[in-house]
């Protein structure tokens, strides 16, 4: 049990991840922080734990027909299939915007293929401003991409492998929820080489509009995210904690502090906010000023003594 | 550009189903341009989740509650009650927090100075094209040519009237001005006045019908689309519409919320049916 002490006046904030320093655990979900650039007037980059980029692919990506997204209960569907620059233009464009912030930049990245994935991964190696990969093995948005790696441990494990070869970055590698134990490709994208895990992705789902009887996305199916899954992704997290000894990053309907610190207690070294960011651009940094009170409050001197500190 | 918390000034309905709401905005008056739109948050706590997309009608100043006070800044909204977040918003009152995330997008295109203008509005369409007959009044000839389904939905003509805007109303069931199409009213306009250049904001079979009218007379036209928006600043991808020359195997995607919402008709593509569908498969 934690002990209340005396009041912290500046509690450690900083955790460490894979070997990349972060000023605080807080940082965007891919695809919902566009490349940095689009949020900068609203929050200062300089105060995240690290941004992380819209998921690129080697070759540019279209993405889905309209609609792409719809309004749920505490929630959003989206299937943006993935529209991305591709990774030629964004090393070109979208990187050097952001090398001006005291920032690290994860890239997100995905393949149709595991070539795909490793040639990617490849380019992204030799850029000064990438501090980590975040590997998307699990997008349910493309009919032929990252979900099949994701669900099947075996495929996961080769495409993580073959990207371990081709990259001495850091490599965080991003789980689906929608698979049946999620402990079996914690464990294997571990054995494939991942330095860290973040989780979780999209929830597939699907709404229905009754009067035209047509399916409310274009595409059908699409990711369920916002503050409707997130007991689900505390749970995930938890699961995934107890099966690996690599850092887990904790994903899924973060929109407070205390939303948070949920993830951080379960066990993640990190969290990343998503959905929160439309709602609210300055999200993140209303977390991070929250997580330092909650920290002050509770007389922890070190946000890292709150990590895996769950009581069972 | 930022998020502002603030508050409602004050909210009415001024037609079934209508709403106007002023809101506290410091600095609006000189951030906003014609036709652009802020991500309006109904209230802090869930529902809804997502901000609500809104056009600015009209920016101004009120007088303060007391002599000493600086006068207050406000934009004003107008909505029309559809979902579960303009439901709320017709509940709110005075002082109530809300939040605006903006000014967004382009805006309007003001061209040439003299040239004879005419806006085309459907319904709520009317909205944006307040502010830019404000601006184009003082140097060009504005003509306004308003639709909608019933009377109810003709709403703040008479307040383009007042600045000196030529307007003409149309209703579908005849209730109030001409009976018939906005878009028949365009063409006896355009064949009157063929060197205008043309405004337009309503519903998708409108804007086409508009578009078809003025790419077939050679008249230049600016339209203002709606699209689901979830975060309106060009982060999610979720606006956008199909751009001209869009195909499938090069496929040209425009962010409704930051290369719109007005564009130049000729920048998009009119050559299927998406973009519709883009407004029609709205969450309702
Ligand atoms: C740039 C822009 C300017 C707009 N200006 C105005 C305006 O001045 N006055 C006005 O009344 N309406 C305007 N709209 C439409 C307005 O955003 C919708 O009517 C509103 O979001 C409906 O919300 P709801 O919760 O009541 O409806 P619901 O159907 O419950 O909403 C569910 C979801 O669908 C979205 N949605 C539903 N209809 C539309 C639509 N037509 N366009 C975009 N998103 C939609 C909502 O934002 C929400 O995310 C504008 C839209 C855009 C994109
Ligand atoms: C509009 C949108 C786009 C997304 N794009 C990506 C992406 O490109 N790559 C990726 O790995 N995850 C993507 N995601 C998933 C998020 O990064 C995150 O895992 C998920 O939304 C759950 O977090 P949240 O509930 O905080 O939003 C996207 C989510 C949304 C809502
Ligand atoms: S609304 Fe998010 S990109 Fe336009």
Redesign the interface.
Known sequence: MIKPTEKILQPKMAVEIAGIKLKNPVMPAS????YGE??A??INLNQLGAVVT?GTSLNPK??N????????????L?A?GL?NVGVDAFIKDKIVYLEQFDTPVIVNFFGNTQEEYGEVAARLNDVPGVAALEMNISCPNVKHGGIIFGTDPKAAFAAVSLVRKRTTKPLIVKLTPNVTDIQITARATEDAGADALSLINTLTGM?V?V?TR?P???NTIGGLS??AIRPIAVRLVHQVVQAVQVPVIGIGGISRAMDALEFLIVGAKAVQVG?A??????AMATIIAGLEDFCQEEGIADINDLIGSLEL | MKNLKTVVLSNQEISPGYFRMQILAPGYNKLAKPGQFVMFRVQRSLPPLLRRPFGIFRVGFMPADCDSMPPKEFIELIYKVVGSGTEIMQRLHQGDPVELLGPLGNGFDLGVAEEEKILVGGGIGLVPLYMLAERMVATSKVRLLMGGRTRDDIITVTEFERLGVETYVSTEDGSLGDEGLVTQVLERKLDKYPKSTVFACGPMPMIKAVQKICFERGIPLQVSLEALMACGVGACLGCVVKGAGHTEVEPRYLCTCTSGPVFAAEDLDWGNSEVSTVVAGGCK
Do not use: H, W
Not at chain 1, 31 to 34: L, S
Not at chain 1, 65 to 76: D, F, K, L, Q
């Open positions: 695809g919902t922080f566009g689009e949020y007037p609203y819209k279209a993405g027909n309209t609609p792409r997204i719809c309004e749920t209960v505490s929630g959003m989206n943006i529209q709404a509009d009067k047509r409310r996305l274009a916002g503050p959905t960011n439309f709602v609210d651009p300055n």
